[in-house]
T-cell receptor, first 113, second 111 residues
């Protein structure tokens, strides 16, 4: 298995909702990432998990809460989002230190209404 | 954070032509990576070139790296309509777990 699987592919949520994005990989990668991408912009790093521990938080607002239940799963819990949080959310994984490149999922298109 | 800068931003070519895009970066790097993104979906890793390499090939792709100029180029030879996509260069910052992307090149291959 050489894929990163993200669910759901599309999500529409209200500003008072709580939802979660899910990401799964079975490549034995020990680093997993969440990126946010706005239209016509490059991806921007949000969080990095290394060996199931949060190692980098790029000053992301607390309405985004990451979780890494095990080495294969990564979640992003969403609560009280704003319309400007609408974006494509990308999960990625890599071998530790990312020295061989990253594998990205196909993303979750999030719309906050 | 952004590290790489690609030039040009948008490129429109006829099928069969070659497409070249450039990327510059600011800090010392261990490697530089190129990714393709189709229609705002996931990114696909194309090729990684290490700081001690000057050129690398993968199929129709040719990447060069000039660490003295802090720049890289991606050449796609004999382009196809399926090559229509956005292409990003990316470099690891502060170790390899913080990958920073350049602005991206939109390439349109006209059949």
């Amino acid at each position: 298995d050489t894929e990163v699987t993200q669910t759901p592919k599309h999500l529409v949520m209200g500003m008072t909702n709580k939802k979660s994005l899910k990401c799964e990989q079975h490549m034995g990668h020990r680093a997993m990432y969440w990126y946010k991408q706005k239209a016509k912009k490059p991806p921007e790093l949000m969080f990095v998990y290394s060996y199931e521990k949060l190692s980098i938080n790029e000053s992301v607002p607390s309405r985004f809460s990451p979780e890494c239940p095990n080495s294969s799963l990564l979640n992003l819990h969403l609560h009280a989002l704003q319309p400007e949080d609408s974006a494509l959310y990308l999960c990625a994984s890599s071998h530790s230190q990312g020295a061989f490149g990253y594998t990205f999922g196909s993303g979750t298109r999030l719309t906050v209404v | 954070s952004q590290q790489g800068e690609e030039d040009p931003q948008a490129l429109s070519i006829q099928e069969g032509e070659n497409a070249t895009m450039n990327c510059s970066y600011k800090t010392s790097i261990n490697n530089l990576q190129w990714y393709r993104q189709n229609s705002g979906r996931g990114l696909v890793h194309l090729i990684l070139i290490r700081s001690n390499e000057r050129e690398k090939h993968s199929g129709r792709l040719r990447v060069t790296l000039d660490t003295s100029k802090k720049s890289s180029s991606l050449l796609i030879t004999a382009s196809r309509a399926a090559d229509t996509a956005s292409y990003f260069c990316a470099t690891p910052l502060y170790g390899n777990n913080r990958l920073a992307f350049g602005k991206g090149n939109q390439v349109v291959v006209i059949p």
